[in-house]
C-alpha cells in the first residue's frame, strides 16, 4: 500500500479484537468495498487478540492500520500505525506523557515512516475513551473548531478525528470543525449506523469511521459503503 493513500479514504470499518465476528461478517466487511480497516479499542486490546484478527484480515485484499491504544498490542504487519493523542484531554499523558514514553522504551524500533499521528477531540461524555482520558466533553462548536484549528495549523496534525464513540454526533459542530482545518483531513466516528446516517455524516467529514454497527446489524453497517461511494461519484461528477 502506498504510504499517502489513506489521504483518498472516504469510508473505514474499525474493528475490536476484543469483540467477537464471525468469518461470515470479518468477510462481508472486507469485501464491502471501504476503502480499509482500522483496528483498535479503548479497552480489552492485546497483543495476542490483535494478531488473531490482523490474521483473519489479511486474507483480503485492502488497506489494514493499527490505531495504537496500548504499547503492549503493537502488532508488526500492519499497513500503518495511526497515533491517537486528544487535543481535550485533562490529562497530558493522553497528548504526549505516554507517546514520550514509548519512544524511550521502544525509539529504536519505530518505523517512523509507517505512523500517522491524530488529534482527536472527543464528545460524548459516557464514552470509553472519554473517562479514560478525563476529556473535557462540554465543547462548544467553537471551542471544539479552535481545538481543530490548533492541531493543523500549529501542529500540523494530518488528521483531525471528531470521536462521538457510539452516539451521533452534533453535525453543525462538525461541519464547524471542518471549515476551520486546511491541510489536515477530518475524520468523523460515532453513531453512523446505516445509509442515512452515513451521507449525512460524510457531507460534513472527509472521512466516516463505521464501527458498533458492525456488531449490532450489520447488514446496516454495510449500507454505509454504498451511501458514501454514492456521495462520492455525485461529487466527482459536479
Not at 467477537?20 to 486490546?45: H, Q, Y
Not at 457531507?203 to 453497517?221: K, P
Not at 449500507?223 to 461529487?235: D, H, L, Y
Amino acid at each position: 500500500m502506498q504510504r499517502q493513500n489513506w489521504q483518498n479514504w472516504r469510508h473505514v470499518f474499525k474493528l475490536d479484537p476484543d469483540r467477537i465476528l464471525t468469518d461470515e461478517a470479518l468477510e462481508a466487511v472486507c469485501l464491502s468495498g471501504s476503502d480499509a480497516i482500522m483496528v483498535g479499542g479503548s479497552s480489552g486490546v492485546t497483543y495476542d487478540n490483535t494478531v488473531d484478527l490482523l490474521s483473519r484480515i489479511r486474507q483480503y485484499e485492502l488497506p489494514c492500520v493499527l490505531e495504537v491504544s496500548a504499547l503492549e498490542a503493537v502488532v508488526p504487519g500492519f499497513d500503518l500505525y495511526l497515533i491517537p493523542m486528544v487535543l481535550n484531554t485533562g490529562q497530558s499523558d493522553w497528548l504526549i506523557g505516554q507517546h514520550a514514553r514509548a519512544v524511550e522504551r521502544f525509539g529504536y524500533m519505530i518505523p517512523w515512516d509507517m505512523l500517522v499521528p491524530e488529534g482527536y477531540i472527543v464528545l460524548n461524555p459516557d464514552s470509553t475513551v472519554a473517562r479514560i482520558t478525563s476529556a473535557d466533553t462540554r465543547l462548544e462548536a467553537a471551542q471544539a473548531a479552535a481545538y481543530a484549528e490548533v492541531a493543523d495549523k500549529l501542529l500540523r496534525l494530518p488528521i483531525v478525528y471528531v470521536e462521538y464513540s457510539g452516539t451521533f454526533g452534533d453535525l453543525e459542530l462538525v461541519a464547524d470543525v471542518r471549515r476551520s482545518l486546511g491541510e489536515a483531513r477530518l475524520f468523523y466516528g460515532g453513531g453512523i449506523a446505516d445509509a442515512e446516517s452515513a451521507r449525512r455524516a460524510a457531507a460534513v467529514s472527509d472521512t466516516i469511521v463505521v464501527g458498533n454497527a458492525v456488531y449490532t446489524d450489520l447488514d446496516r453497517a454495510l449500507e454505509t459503503v454504498k451511501a458514501v461511494q454514492e456521495r462520492r461519484m455525485i461529487n466527482e461528477e459536479v
